[in-house]
């Protein structure tokens, strides 16, 4: 690894890593994925095992990966060399590449995803979706082949300028902007599909649970499942984010919010989303659809559409940036460090190939394929590794000091450390293996 003797970037305050944290966890999972989970798994009953888990593994598996980062000051290919160096071996910097690669390859297909959000918007805006006779038909032209280049290029465009800033001035300040406002937005629209006739049973049906259909595996597979992706546990954006943090930052505090905050965001959109399904009696689906036809649909439907529609493309907008430049910033920071080349152009290089890669997948086909093998192959593996270098391959003392330091609690207990190293790793696997003969459970 190329040492450039440059001084690292950095976070500014422990709020704004954390909200930057918030902004990488917080993305489409949360919204077009989350709300059908809970409406295809009893509602309240789904909360459960996904509550359940966000505790067991959130918390430990987002402190090992924001430890792991900022113990060897690296994203993961540097974290995961320096890990091995340690014991006397060069492999971190083959498997370090997994996660990079799991992590780039995210960022091409959400990138087309984000170009589909900004048309959205400014269909919303110009009120040409709202005018369009067919929802459905509106979406093709936009997601079939090469239906949104432009919108697509607006994307990578609006990701560079942020990320060429760096991370203080650029993905810092801009997130302690947009995760407030997402926040905000989403009230907005909870509180107008509360006034909606018929949201009531939507309402009902969210908050009442069903205690028998906990027997069934499903439940608790998808709650894993919906827990641990929408953590963003990937062994990549977290450990590179962590890799800007202080010394003097509480990572357990980090953390602790971090999970807090993303659970708040899911049922925020749970409870625009459900409501106004039973509210507007429109068949439920999850991902594209549910964003790009049936969310259009309701607005249509909606006294004060048009303005809601703008809500809420804004919102998701935010939502999908500030994940999006979560998921390139570990590849930047790997060409950036390892070539020793300047801030804005392993910017450039990063998202420029980005672009011309997304402009093959673009078409929906290949783009849901794309992104299924991604994140059934590729993500959890990225995770898995993360873990086992956190807890098998680092020296325990240093490993315990990491996660502890600036909490004022240095070395107090090894818990946590036990935790991740047997319970988190464990789960990792087996959400790596349930992924791989089961399906996509994220």
């Keep these: 690894m190329k040492d450039n003797n440059k001084k690292r970037d950095s976070f500014r305050s422990q709020w704004g890593f954390i909200l930057a944290c918030i902004g990488s966890a917080v993305g489409m999972g949360n919204i077009w994925m989350f709300p059908i989970r809970v409406h295809k ?202 890799s800007y943090l202080s010394d003097e930052d509480n990572i357990l505090y980090s953390a602790k919010w971090t999970a807090t905050f993303d659970t708040i965001a899911a049922m925020l959109a749970a409870m625009v989303i459900i409501p106004a399904i039973y509210a507007f009696q429109v068949e439920a689906a999850g991902g594209p659809p549910l964003m790009f036809i049936i969310m259009p649909s309701i607005f249509k439907s909606m006294v004060g559409g048009r303005i809601f529609a703008v809500i809420f493309f804004i919102a998701v907008l935010f939502a999908g940036v500030s994940s999006l430049i979560n998921l390139y910033e570990t590849p930047v920071e790997m060409v950036e460090e390892r070539y020793g080349l300047g801030r804005k152009t392993a910017t450039i290089i990063i998202l420029a190939l980005g672009f011309i890669i997304g402009i093959v997948i673009e078409n929906g086909d290949v783009l849901g394929a794309w992104m299924d093998a991604v994140s059934i192959y590729v993500i959890p593996l990225g995770a898995l590794l993360a873990a086992i270098v956190f807890g098998w391959v680092l020296d325990k003392e240093f490993a315990t000091k990491e996660i502890f330091k600036g909490s004022g609690k240095v070395g107090e207990n090894e818990l946590i450390y036990t935790w991740i190293k047997y319970v988190y790793v464990g789960i990792s696997l087996a959400v790596y293996l349930i992924g791989i003969f089961w399906g996509a459970i994220g």
């Design 41 to 242: 798994f009893g509602g309240f009953t789904f909360l459960i095992p996904y509550i359940f888990f966000v505790i067991v593994i959130g918390y430990s598996g987002i402190v090992e990966e924001m430890a792991l980062g900022r113990g060897l000051k690296a994203g993961p290919r540097g974290a995961f060399l320096k890990a091995t160096e340690s014991r006397g071996s060069q492999a971190g910097k083959y498997i370090g590449l997994i996660p990079v690669i799991g992590s780039f390859a995210i960022a091409i297909g959400y990138t087309v995803v984000v170009g589909w959000i900004i048309r959205f918007l400014v269909g919303s805006m110009t009120g040409s979706m709202i005018a369009a006779e067919d929802s459905g038909a509106y979406f093709g032209s936009i997601a079939g082949p090469y239906g949104s280049v432009v919108w697509h290029a607006v994307a990578i465009i609006m990701c560079m300028i942020i990320m060429s800033y760096g991370i203080g001035a650029g993905i810092e300040k801009v997130n302690k902007f947009m995760m407030p406002a997402f926040f905000l937005f989403f009230i907005i629209l909870a509180i107008k599909v509360a006034l909606l006739p018929g949201s009531k049973e939507g309402y009902k049906f969210l908050f009442s649970p069903d205690f028998s259909e906990l027997k069934d595996p499903q439940i608790w597979i998808y709650g894993l499942g919906q827990a641990f992706f929408s953590l963003s546990l990937a062994g990549s954006g977290t450990v590179v984010y962590g």
